[in-house]
């Protein structure tokens, strides 16, 4: 199905389409309107109102469009058999983004991925209809009614996760990343408010759990790229606050050498 572009949407991928490829301005263009469209998409659009990106036929890039270069090598690590919203919600955990189940799945369509799961990403579990963990051997080990698992947590627990991060428990129902969440962006939200769509936190002193909202910054994907990519990220807060403003010098040149090569 066609999209249909507003005006904005149209100034957007004209403003960002010189020096980019087609899939990177997909990736940018639905981080931006949490749209799903594709590199296709996006090649047609740009043939029927002539814009042109200018770039050779073919380039690697590290740091290409809505993920880095390690952030795609974990997808691709954990990409089979893990379902579209599983795998975003590991995604976003992981590195602190705040991207949607839908543009995961056009991420990985553009590039040919799949999770090899059968029907709409593997949405049923295996023990669909069953009791018990897997039903193994009947029903003879599952829980009784109203009884609690051996290892149950009560809301408000706290543990560390693989990564250093701190989750905390939040409620007793719905699937695993409705239950536990980061504690800092809890505490973040419960003070400042909810982080906007295309922004995430980050430790400026790399302490993930040196949870003092003074040590939390909420910068936007596009400065965290830049941040990782120049290697401008430091255990001490205030060389990160410098390196935060390098990276939006940087951004500035960017754009700059954008507008001089239009005019």
């Known amino acids: 199905m066609a999209h249909k572009y507003t005006k904005e949407q149209f100034e957007f991928i004209r403003e960002v389409a010189p020096g980019k490829y087609n899939m990177e301005i997909a990736d940018l263009f639905n981080a931006k309107f949490g749209t799903s469209v594709t590199e ?16 050779p036929k073919r380039r690697a890039t590290d740091n290409d469009g809505l993920f880095t270069k390690d952030q795609k090598a974990f997808i691709k690590k954990n990409v089979q058999g893990v379902s579209n919203l599983k795998l975003t919600d590991m ?8 991207i949607t189940a839908k543009q ?3 991420w990985k369509s553009n590039r040919g991925l799949s999770s090899g799961l059968k029907g709409s990403e593997g949405t049923d579990p295996p023990n669909k209809g ?3 963990l897997y039903n ?7 829980f009784k009614k109203g009884q609690k ?15 250093g991060y701190i989750l905390i428990k939040i409620s007793d129902v719905g699937p695993w ?7 800092h962006r809890v505490l973040w939200e419960e003070v400042i408010g909810p982080v906007p769509r295309g922004h995430c936190l980050i430790f400026l002193d790399t302490n993930r759990q040196n949870l003092n909202l003074g040590n939390l910054q909420l910068i936007t994907q596009k400065q965290l790229q830049l941040l ?8 001490n807060p205030e060389l990160t606050k410098t390196g935060l403003i390098i990276s939006d010098i940087y951004s500035k040149i960017g754009e700059q050498k954008k507008k001089t090569k239009r005019a």
């Open 40 to 55: 296709g998409q996006i090649k047609s659009f740009k043939a029927n109102h002539k814009i042109r990106s200018n770039v």
């Open 91 to 98: 995604v976003n955990q992981k590195f602190g983004l705040s």
């Open 104 to 106: 995961m799945k056009t």
């Open 130 to 132: 069953s009791k018990g």
């Open 136 to 142: 193994v051997g009947g029903n003879r080990t599952s």
């Open 149 to 163: 698992p051996f290892n149950f947590k009560p809301i408000g627990s706290e543990r560390i996760d693989q990564d």
């Open 177 to 183: 990343h409705k239950r536990w969440r980061h504690k």
């Open 228 to 235: 990782n990519k120049k290697h401008l990220i430091s255990d």
